[in-house]
């Protein structure tokens, strides 16, 4: 049998920060309102919704070509723990129709990012060698 952590970790590293950025580029295109005004109904200031270009752009990109990779993928956990508190807290204990999490996707956002951030980006990527940052 043929077996390969590094390349496990690869496509997983791809799988989280190529969904993950799709999210970033359509806060490109429609911007970050919608997390400036869930911000706002925690009494946070609107500012903050532009870490979402952070924690959806620049980390995703940084898992995609595993540089910095565990601190982007940390960066990924609190994007989606915040996510999940800002607008998706109503939602935690419920399942949908199919008898699945309702927050699945969240959900598989969240611990993906955590097990790459356990894990490192492997041999395969810019930092090479799965070092501590990687």
Do not use: C
């Not at 969904?19 to 400036?36: E, R, S, T």
């Not at 070509?65 to 607008?87: C, D, F, K, Q, S």
């Not at 129709?97 to 309702?102: A, D, L, S, T, V």
């Amino acid at each position: 049998m043929i077996r390969s952590d590094d390349t496990g970790k690869l496509i997983l590293r791809l799988a989280l920060g190529i969904l993950m950025l799709l999210h970033g580029i359509a806060k490109i295109n429609g911007g970050v309102g919608f997390a400036a005004s869930m911000l706002a109904s925690h009494g946070l200031p609107t500012a903050l919704a532009y870490l979402v270009y952070v924690g959806e752009i620049v980390a995703p990109v940084l898992l995609i070509i595993g540089l910095y990779t565990r601190p982007a993928a940390w960066i990924v956990v609190i994007n989606m723990l915040v996510a999940i508190w800002l607008v998706h807290m109503k939602q935690i204990g419920m399942l949908n129709k199919q008898g699945g999490w309702e927050l699945e996707l969240q959900g598989l956002y969240l611990f993906s990012a955590l097990a790459v951030a356990f894990l490192g980006a492997g041999r395969f990527s810019v930092g090479g060698t799965g070092g501590r940052y990687n």
